[in-house]
Nanobody, 125 residues
Framework: QVQLVESGGGLVQAGGSLSLSCAVSGRGVIIDDMGWFRQAPGKEREFVANIRWSGGAPHYADSVKDRFTASRTWAKNTVTLRMDRLKPEDTAVYYC??????????????????WGQGTQVTVSS
């Protein structure tokens, strides 16, 4: 079983920055991909970013491309989502997710097997 714990959410003004972290733990489970998703009130959960556990170039939703950066910290089994130039429309609960196989479509919620509890990000205008 894999446990995912997010941290780093909070309140920030538009144009500001936040970094979210997702600590990954568990034994005997192989992780292939990590994803970041978000869900705003009254909306469906949407894809934000994907990064392979083994490394490689991340993928991003068009809405966050060039503002958000996903990365992995090898020594700490942690993935990070650095969010710059935040906008009010980025306000949502952010979730990290893990897949134990290579997703056919890494932007789809159903491709991920494990989810964190979520962390709130609020961007004020």
């Amino acid at each position: 079983q894999v446990q995912l714990v997010e941290s780093g959410g909070g309140l920030v003004q538009a144009g500001g920055s936040l970094s979210l972290s997702c600590a990954v733990s568990g034994r005997g489970v192989i992780i292939d991909d990590m994803g970041w998703f978000r869900q705003a009130p009254g909306k469906e959960r949407e894809f934000v970013a994907n990064i392979r556990w083994s490394g490689g170039a991340p993928h991003y939703a068009d809405s966050v491309k060039d503002r958000f950066t996903a990365s992995r910290t090898w020594a700490k089994n942690t993935v990070t989502l650095r969010m710059d130039r935040l906008k009010p429309e980025d306000t949502a609960v952010y979730y990290c997710a893990a897949s134990n196989r290579r997703p056919a479509n890494w932007s789809r919620v159903y491709e991920y097997d494990y989810w964190g509890q979520g962390t709130q990000v609020t961007v004020s205008s």
